[in-house]
């Protein structure tokens, strides 16, 4: 099992920076890790998925250039770094990991195993 918790949401002006953090337990450092989100009246999307390693990231495109994808597999933490916030990225981000390859999660469309609860970002105009 693996349990995740996400922290670091919060408002924020377009143009500005958040970091957030995602702390695991259990079974994490064999598993690729991912963020999500999911705004009001819209369906939940990729933003970006890490290896197991770390060595190789995915990105959608609308965040391609803005957002990093990291994790420190001896703190069992993955963290998203996002500068040049816009309003509409202004959504619920969700930590997720899962035992596939990053490659199933960000190319094939698999569905991620376990998920946290989520954090609020909120980016005003």
């Known amino acids: 099992q693996v349990q995740l918790v996400e922290s670091g949401g919060g408002l924020v002006q377009a143009g500005g920076s958040l970091r957030l953090s995602c702390v695991a337990s259990g079974r994490t450092i064999s598993y690729a890790m991912g963020w999500f989100r999911q705004a009001p009246g819209k369906e939940r999307e990729i933003v970006a998925i890490i290896s197991r390693s770390g060595a190789t990231t995915w990105y959608a495109d609308s965040v391609k250039g803005r957002f990093t994808i990291s994790r420190d597999n001896a703190k069992n933490t993955l963290s998203l770094q996002m500068n040049s916030l816009k309003p509409e990225d202004t959504a619920n981000y969700y930590c997720?990991?899962?035992?596939?390859?990053?490659?199933?999660?960000?190319?094939?469309?698999?569905?991620?195993?376990?998920w946290g609860k989520g954090t609020l970002v909120t980016v005003s105009s």
């Open positions: 997720a990991s899962g035992a596939r390859s990053y490659a199933d999660y960000a190319l094939r469309g698999y569905g991620m195993d376990y």
